[in-house]
Each structure stands twice: as C-alpha cells, then as structure tokens.
C-alpha cells in the first residue's frame, strides 16, 4: 500500500514518521509533482494539481476537521474524503468556549484591568439564568462543547440541521428554527462547518435576534461571520462582545479593525488545533479498516458540504 502526504503549510517529515510507525509495511511518500501513484493521501489545503495528478486514490484523509478548503476543488465522484474525527480536538474546544464564557460572565476582564491599578472592588454577581448559551452546530465538537457548558448550569440551547437529542441542551433543528434559537440565546457559539447553506450566517438580522448584551464566540469558519455586520451591532450597543477565533483572512491583516476594537477578543485560530499522535492513530486506524473493506467514521458527504 502506498500513501502520499500533501500538507500545505505542515512540516510532512514528522507526519511522515508517525505513518511509517504506525504502518510499518505501508510506503509513504511526502508527494512533489511526478511522485508515484498512490492509494491514499493524508492531506491538508492540497492544490488542484495534486488532485489532477493522484488518479489513483481510493481516499483522502483531511488532518482537520472541517473540509470547507478541500470541497472547493474539483473531486472524482469515487474519491473517498474522511475527516479527523475529534482527534483530541474536541475537549480543546470545549476549554476554549467554557473559557471564554466565563470570562465574559463572571467579568474577568474588568477584573484584570482593576488588578493592574491596584483596585479592590466587587461586582455585582449576575444570573447565570440571564446568560443561556446557544450553540450552532452539534456535531463532533458542539455537542461536546454544549455538554461541557452545561456543567457550569449555564441554560444551553443548540441548532442543528437534523433533530439532534443531548440531555440538558434544548435542542432546535431546522433553518425554520433559526431565529427561535436565536432569540433565546444571550451567547452564541458558532461550531457549523461551512457550506453554502452556512457562509455569512452570523450577520445584522441573525445576530440582532440575540437579547441585548448579546456576545459572539466564533470557532468555525471566518466566513460564517459579515465582520461588518458585528462591529455595527458592538457600536450600537446591541452586542456586548465577542471573541473570535477564525478569520476570512488568515492571518487576520494588522490593518484589520477585529485587531483595535476593545470588545473584540482575537486568538490566531488555535481552539482546537491538530494533535499529531492522536491524528495519525486514527488515520492509520482508518485506512487499515478501508483496506480490509470496513466501514469509517467521518466520511464526508460532498452535497451536504461536510
Ligand atoms: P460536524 O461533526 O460535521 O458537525 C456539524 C454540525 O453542524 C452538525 O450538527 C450539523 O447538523 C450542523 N449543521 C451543518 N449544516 C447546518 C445547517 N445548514 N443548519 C444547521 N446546522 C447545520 O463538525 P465538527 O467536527 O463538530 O466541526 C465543526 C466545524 O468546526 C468544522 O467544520 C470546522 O470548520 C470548525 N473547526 C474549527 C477549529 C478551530 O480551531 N477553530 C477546529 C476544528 C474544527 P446535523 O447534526 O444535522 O448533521
Ligand atoms: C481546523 O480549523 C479544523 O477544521 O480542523
């Protein structure tokens, strides 16, 4: 069995490695264009070329999760695409977003500013009632994340396509139920994967619909997010303020207004980063499964989108 790796913006040499222990009997090759044919390839932001050139690949294993960059090219319909299931990342997002939460509800930020000069002063404790959570998207990561908020009491709601159950999440589901979702959240995760169905979904009419003091957390895909449309609800008031992982560009450009704006939080999309070791695993352990003709967890579906 031969496997290729093609991972823009990687190092492949470590990845590399990991297969070969993984599969000691496997060939893998780091692909440069006129390498040999192979019958899998891990991947990562590959160009069209590779694609055009790897004609015989049974599968591509995307080392993220979402596949919103690999959809963009033009696929052979046979051509299998997996994408990393958890993978240790989902217990990084629910850090992240439970992190964030409470920053902004038990006002830690304040806290800080008032440490720096010396100040000793309480405020005022606030609902854990007023603050419901809503969570869009319930997939691998949302659902966890969802759960995790629950933990700390918070009223969590949750969206998704297709009815989803999670024991202590009021669960929506439906594009009909978007703007009751909505408005039953204070604070909102974005955990969709992007499709067209979901680019732009966080803009002026969605995010009005949140109740006032409203705050943004985005985990997904810049492009859920017209940036805009935010900083217009944060000056008017509406919005609280928001902390904001993903990027239309990334790197987010110095001279991008995110960057200055006191109620905007960036962090340089690192809530659930790749783990290597784990990621190989279960690569390894999905292409064995391939090659003995068995079912895979995190085949993506190309008309859905994820
Ligand atoms: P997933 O398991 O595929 O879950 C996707 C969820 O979104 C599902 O619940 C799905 O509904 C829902 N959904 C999809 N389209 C929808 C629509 N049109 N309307 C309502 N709900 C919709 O994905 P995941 O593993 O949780 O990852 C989610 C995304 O997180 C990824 O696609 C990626 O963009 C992002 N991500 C970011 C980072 C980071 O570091 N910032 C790291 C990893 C992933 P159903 O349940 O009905 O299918
Ligand atoms: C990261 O953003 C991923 O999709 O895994």
Redesign the pocket.
């Known amino acids: 069995m031969r496997i290729t790796l093609c991972l823009t913006a990687n190092k492949p040499e470590p990845w590399q490695a990991g297969l070969q222990a993984a599969l000691p009997g496997a060939q893998i090759d780091i692909w440069a264009p006129g390498a040999p044919l192979a019958d899998h390839a891990v991947v990562w932001a590959p160009p069209q070329a590779f694609i055009d050139e790897q004609t015989q690949l049974q599968a591509l294993f995307?080392?993220?999760?979402?596949?919103d960059a690999l959809l963009k090219l033009k696929l052979p319909p046979h051509l299998k695409v997996v994408?990393?299931d958890d993978a240790g990342?989902s217990v990084q997002m629910a850090e992240y977003v439970c992190h964030a939460v409470i920053r902004h509800f038990r006002e830690f930020d304040g806290y800080e500013a008032d440490s720096r000069q010396g100040r000793w002063g309480y405020r005022k404790p606030r609902s854990r009632a007023d603050f419901a959570v809503g969570v869009m998207g319930l997939g691998v990561l949302g659902e966890r994340v969802a759960k995790a908020l629950t933990t700390f009491e918070f009223p969590v709601h949750g969206w998704s396509r297709t009815p989803r159950t999670i024991e202590g999440v009021v669960c929506h589901s439906g594009e009909d139920r978007l703007d009751t979702f909505l408005s039953q959240c204070r604070v909102l995760v974005n955990l969709l994967p992007l499709t067209p169905q979901t680019t732009d979904i966080l803009n002026r009419r969605t995010l009005a619909r949140l109740q006032p003091g409203g705050y943004v957390i985005n985990v997904?895909?810049g492009a859920h997010l017209v940036d805009d449309d935010l900083i217009a609800l944060l000056d008017s008031g509406h919005l609280a303020g928001a902390t904001l992982d993903?990027f239309r560009t990334e790197p987010l450009p110095p001279e991008h207004p995110f960057w200055r704006h006191p109620a905007i939080t960036v962090t340089p999309?690192t809530s659930?980063?790749?783990l290597r070791d784990e990621s190989i695993a279960q690569i390894a352990g999905k292409i064995l499964r391939l090659e003995r003709g068995e079912p895979v967890a995190g085949l993506v579906d190309p008309v859905r989108g994820y």
């Open positions: 995307n080392i993220g999760a979402g596949v994408r990393l990342m997904a895909r993903v999309h659930a980063r790749t």
